[in-house]
Structures are given as structure tokens and as C-alpha cells.
């Protein structure tokens, strides 16, 4: 199957996604081919990633000068104290602005690398190849990077576009089945909040895609990117429209960051359990068509996505979990904002509450 390309065109930077197989091998022709010059590259590398890959990524790479390093990728290692230590690296090479930062790993990696890229004599270029299912349709379309802190996660960052992102699935039959499913919650998200066709045809094909069968994967990631694509063209710093791409994310921000970015429960899986949380808050404030609820609750189960909030936290966690929701950065309040559904392809955004509404909401999710 040949790659897919899919070209993001924001105020800031223009740059191609390219979507395909065994494309480690080409890196330097695709690179060329999308006219990127640079003398000299830091490649971030996750460690996870095997021998073998970076063998071939090196063999690609080797009439060019570069350096590597290896990060070790988890929440706790995105902090600023990693990004200062790719920063001095720069500027111990000499790096200049011409040079080229490349990540290869999953969000963490990306986030973690697309900062200090930023940060780096006030922007040098980057290249972003995502490893995860999650980072292929999520974190390394539309220039968010950063970093977490004890106050909560991605509170340290900037908006910083790459140059280019490379999406190969051959990275993902490397990935344990929870990471795709991680990856899949985020593709299911897209759905919900703007394509009800792309939707359905998730609902038909959800075994295919979960099994990483071509051509349903490719697709499901380009259609995931493109709807992506659609919301950060039309607004890159998210100041409006950007904000439905949030559906889930307060409470599931919150659930990470009250077990501590533990390895109990993954990014990936506290988007899947923030988005039911919010699909059935929406539906107790009688803003979503109970038929909706009930598909996407249903498609949850049936794709056997983590789906019971009781399985990580006891009535005891509540105050801690609404700490964290008071201080997300999407409040400008002392009420929590939520993104919430409407129906199938339609978000509301903006949806402000007192903190008292949703801990009884919460405590009857804890124990129904």
C-alpha cells in the first residue's frame, strides 16, 4: 500500500503527515522529498524502541550527521529537568537553528522533544515520528508539546508545529495490546465529537482496527488525523474550536494525575474512562439523546475498552480526583469547565460547574 500524505496548514507552519508501512527504511528520501535541509540532527529516541529499528533509521540517516539519545519515556521523566538536559546537548554540539531535532517515540517523546525544539535558540526544526497508536492520530498533529509538574500534567509548554511527521505502522505491531487500545480511545474520540460516518464505520470495523489489519488501521489513523487536521487548521492555540478536543480529557487528566502517573492506568485508558465519564454526565444533565449514550457505551464494551471507574478509586479519592479538576487549565473559574455531547458529531464546549455538582455525580459513577 502506498503512503497516504496529509498536508496541516496552520498560521505558524505548513507540513505534511505521511501515513504508511516500512517507511524507517526511506527516512532520508522522505525527508528530502518534503524538502527539509538541515547539516546536522539530535535524534530523541525512546529506549523501548528496538535495536533493529534504529539500526535501519541509521543506515537511512548515514551520509548525515547526527547524534543520538536515549530517553527513557514515562510520565514522571516528562518534566523540565529532561528538556534541559536535551537543551544542554544542543548547545554543547553548537547546534544552530538550521539543525534538526528528530523524536522517535510516543507522546511522551514527542511532547518531551517538541519543547526543547522550541525552547532551542527560539525554534529549530523538528521531526516528529510517532511509535504508538496514540501519538500517530493524537499528540503529534497540531503543535502541543510540554511537560507535567507536581501541580498537574501538561502545565509547562508551548505551541510548537513540526516540520514533518512520519507515521509508520510497523511501529505498532512492535506495541502491547493496551497500548493500542489506548490509541484506539483517542480515534474513537475523534468520531464522537465530528464525523458520524467515520463513527459507524468504526462500530463495523472495530476487530479489524484493533488487530492492526490493513488497510482498516490506515485508514482509521488518516481519518483520525484528519479530523484532527480539520479542528487545528481553524484554530491552532486553542482559543475556541480547538476546545472539543478535550472531550474526556478533565476527568481524565485527573485520573492520572490522583494515581500518580502510575502504570495502573495509561494515558490512553483514562481518556477512554474520562470520555464515558463525560458521555454519562452528559446524559444525567439531559444534554445527550439517551439512543447516543447507549451506542457509544455499548461500542466501549463490545471493543473491550477499560470502561469502569470503580476499578482505580474508592469514594475516598474524590476529593483528590476534584482537586485536579479545579486545576485544569482550561478553568478560568472556580467552576470546572467541561467539554460534553450533544449527539454523535456535536460537542459543547464551555460547560461551567460547581465542584459540589460533579463530586455527587462522581460519587454515584463510584458506585453504580
Known sequence: MKPIKLKIKTK???????IGSNLMGNISKIIE??????QRSLIIVDKKISKKIVLKIKKSLNKKNF???????NEVNKNIQNVNKILNLLLKKNFSREDCLISIGGGITGDVSGFAASLFKRGLKFINIPTTLLSQVDSSIGGKTGVNTKFGKNLIGSFYQPNLVISDVQFLKTLPKREVICGYGEILKHSIISNK??????????EKILNLTPPFIEKAIFESCKIKKKVVEKDEKEKGLRKILNFGHTFAHAYEASLG??????????????????????????????????????HISKSKLPNRIDKYFKIKDLNKIISFMLKDKKNNSDKINLVLLKKIGLP?????????????????????
Open 12 to 18: 505558524t507552519q505548513s507540513y505534511p503527515i505521511i
Open 348 to 368: 459543547i464546549v464551555d460547560k461551567k460547574f460547581d465542584k459540589k455538582i460533579l463530586i455527587k455525580f462522581l460519587k454515584n459513577e463510584l458506585i453504580n
Open 261 to 298: 502517573y502510575s502504570k495502573r492506568l495509561n494515558h490512553g485508558e483514562a481518556v477512554i474512562l474520562g470520555i464515558k465519564t463525560a458521555l454519562n454526565f452528559s446524559l444525567k444533565k439531559n444534554l445527550l439523546k439517551k439512543n447516543d449514550h447507549l451506542s457509544v457505551i455499548n
Open 67 to 73: 547524534y543520538i539519545y536515549y530517553f527513557k519515556a
Open 197 to 206: 460516518n467515520f463513527y459507524n464505520y468504526l462500530n463495523r470495523n472495530h
Open 33 to 38: 522529498n518534503n524538502s527539509i535541509k538541515f
